[in-house]
């Protein structure tokens, strides 16, 4: 402010812009909680229901233990062979949903594997893998 206590119309300006920018970062931030939210909840649900069916084949008299052995050999070796891939793809999401490498005004379309960003400025499309947006922190 200055001496009359009145303030300049760029650092209105700018300040508006700083707070346009907050509220924008914050509604993307709630739109991605929720996403996460939704996909927490369909893994404990599945969880839920596996536990679930466990109890009750044991109420039944089924020993499910023998069925979970064998099933937990094929998980694990599955688990080796798309080990890297997951990691790459956690890696996309975490980059995309918490570091926000990009800026207001650019439109995003992605996958688990490869971002397409479309740059507000120039209009420029880009598509890469979001592995390769991770790697170059």
């Known amino acids: 402010a200055d001496v009359d206590g009145e303030i300049p119309i760029l650092s209105f300006i700018?300040?508006?812009?700083?707070?346009?920018?907050?509220?924008?970062?914050?509604?993307?931030?709630?739109?991605?909680?929720s996403v996460i939210d939704k996909v927490l909840e369909g893994i404990i649900n599945g969880l839920f229901a596996?536990?679930?069916s466990i109890v009750i084949l044991s109420l039944l008299n089924f020993n499910p233990w023998p069925l979970l052995v064998s099933v937990s050999t094929l998980l694990v070796?599955?688990?080796?062979?798309?080990?890297p891939t997951v990691a790459k793809?956690?890696?996309g999401i975490i980059l995309i949903?918490?570091?926000?490498p990009f800026d207001i005004g650019d439109e995003l379309s992605?996958?688990?594997?490869?971002?397409?960003?479309?740059?507000?400025?120039?209009?420029?499309?880009?598509?890469?893998?979001?592995?390769?947006i991770a790697g170059t922190r």
């Open 14 to 33: 700018q300040n508006c812009d700083v707070v346009y920018r907050r509220l924008r970062y914050f509604r993307a931030s709630v739109g991605n909680a």
């Open 50 to 52: 596996f536990g679930l």
């Open 77 to 83: 070796s599955f688990a080796f062979a798309i080990g």
């Open 89 to 91: 793809a956690i890696e």
């Open 97 to 100: 949903v918490g570091v926000r």
């Open 110 to 132: 992605f996958t688990l594997f490869s971002t397409t960003l479309r740059l507000g400025a120039n209009n420029e499309v880009a598509t890469v893998s979001n592995g390769a």
